[in-house]
């Protein structure tokens, strides 16, 4: 029976759903730009059985992909659960099986499996395409194939057996100059170890280099950036270890004297030329970009100086306060002798960790950032629970880091916002110019709309209404026909 009486609250628009569905030809309102053909993937969270306990971090909810395929000006929508192995035996049993995020030494003793942790995994972060394929990702585990049409589940994959690491990203890089991903896995050979595996894969998704290195303690690699000549893999803050895990505490706990540090590897290079570099205590969730000129390195990404997180107790025992992110500049000078590297604040606004950019410009220096962010000064009329988690999100923002100047589009005193993307209008656009197309959440009437904007002018063209309510979008992703054989 499924009962979520006891550890998770069945009411209100962030309850779990808990349903698969299909909608064909969508109600919009305004218009679907014409030129929009493919797919919206969304991966979110949702339970299917309740958590075991009440503290138990959304990060462990059951992958559900969604897909708004987009073609001659209307749209489809379908959703799946990934049907992982997680999601398989929890259903067989009828009951949730499976403990605290990434500790499966508090798992039911029939699916505790030590050795092999990744084999829980959720698969509920980022839809992900590599080499023509449809993945759900998490890093705690590998990915899962997806079909790209009718969403249904192939299996995990470990790319016929060329990826040794128990742990894939669910956030690799495609760099559109060489047509190379980038993927790489932490905790890679166990539990609360520091072994990080770093791979390219060619556009057969064939893996060219690969190299194995460790960090300088266990700490939550979430996402990654990518230059022409190096991949840089942020870190710290967050800590485990083996002793944590077997007295069945949650994976992650934050450490406020630990250093941050950033992992600075040469695309196809060797261990011996992986160079750490660290900071002061950062939380670093997500990266915007990054760019190489010889051996000056620039990283832009959303920072905090402290604890974002705040299902991760403080090793101290210290209380939540929640860090703002900011938009930032490190800067790594790969000439000299120091391990520093300097950081410089490019927007003082309180935003998000959400930020998107133009992709074709990965890996080169970029204009504009779009992100979405809590705007305390505009009106807000519906209501959200009390979690230091969750605010009133109201805004997208396009950032210019030449100018220095943001513009910002508000979605309404009733909605609330998550992560957007970038589509370019043609291949072959300027930086920007395109749509950016986000997900909000209509907290009055209870359902789930998709807002098209003009990215550079931030001013809506239209919205797909959707008749009900999706559980909350984690991160999305956009495909043509060039990307995925789309049907």
């Known amino acids: 029976m499924a009962d979520f009486s006891r550890t998770h609250p069945l009411s209100g628009f962030f309850a779990p759903t808990r ?19 493919g797919a ?7 339970w299917i059985y309740a958590p075991k306990f009440t503290d138990e971090p959304s990060l462990s909810a059951d992958g559900y992909i969604s897909m708004l395929r987009f ?16 999601y398989l035996r929890q259903v067989a049993a009828r009951k949730q099986l499976y403990g605290y995020y990434r500790n499966p030494y508090s798992d039911d003793p029939e699916v505790r499996d030590i050795a092999r942790p990744n084999l829980r995994t959720a698969a509920n972060t980022t839809p992900v395409v590599l080499a023509g394929k449809l993945y759900a990702t998490k890093e705690e585990g590998l990915p899962y194939e997806i079909d790209p049409n009718t969403l249904e589940t192939r299996g995990p994959s470990d790319f016929l057996g060329s990826w040794p690491s128990l742990t894939f990203t669910a956030h690799p890089k495609f760099d559109f100059f060489t047509g190379e991903t980038v993927a790489y896995g932490y905790e890679s050979t166990g539990l609360a170890t520091n072994d990080v595996h770093v791979a390219a894969f060619d556009r057969t998704g064939r893996v060219t280099w690969s190299l194995d290195f460790q960090v300088p303690y266990a700490s939550m690699l979430h996402d990654m950036a990518l230059t022409k000549d190096f991949v840089v893999i942020p870190g710290g803050g967050t800590v485990t270890s083996l002793e944590r895990l077997e007295a069945g505490r949650p994976h992650w706990a934050w450490d406020s004297k630990r250093p941050s540090y950033y992992a600075i590897i040469p ?7 992986v160079r750490i570099f660290e900071g002061p205590e950062r939380s670093i969730v997500h990266t915007a970009n990054a760019w190489n000129d010889g051996e000056k390195l620039v990283l832009d990404a959303p920072i905090a100086d402290g604890n974002t997180w705040p299902w991760f107790e403080d090793v101290d025992g210290g209380a939540f306060a929640m860090n703002i992110f900011t938009i930032r500049r490190i800067t790594f000078d790969l000439r000299s002798n120091s391990n520093k590297p300097t950081e410089d604040v490019l927007f003082d606004r309180d935003v998000t960790s959400f930020t998107r950019i133009d992709d074709r410009f990965l890996t080169r220096p970029n204009r504009y950032i779009w992100v979405q962010y809590a705007d305390p000064d505009r009106p807000f009329h519906a209501a959200l629970p009390e979690d230091p988690r969750v605010r009133p999100v109201n805004c997208y923002g396009r950032f210019d880091l030449v100018s220095g100047t943001d513009l910002a589009w508000f979605a309404g005193p009733d909605h609330v916002l998550q992560e957007p993307l970038f589509v370019p209008r043609t291949p072959h656009a300027d930086e920007g110019d395109g749509y950016l197309i986000g997900t909000m959440h209509n907290l009055v009437e209870l359902r789930t709309e998709i807002v098209i904007l003009d990215a550079m002018k931030m001013l809506e ?18 495909a043509g026909p060039r990307d995925l054989a789309l049907t």
């Open 19 to 37: 349903f698969e569905a299909d909608v064909i030809d969508c109600v919009v309102t305004g218009a679907i730009p014409s030129e929009l053909d």
């Open 40 to 46: 919206f993937y969304r991966m979110h969270g949702d």
């Open 71 to 86: 073609r001659d000006g209307s749209v489809d929508y379908r959703g799946r659960y990934v049907k992982t192995d997680r």
């Open 267 to 273: 695309r196809g290079g060797r261990t011996e030329d």
């Open 461 to 478: 063209i239209g919205r797909v209404i959707l008749p009900f309510r999706n559980p909350y979008q984690v991160h999305g992703t956009w």
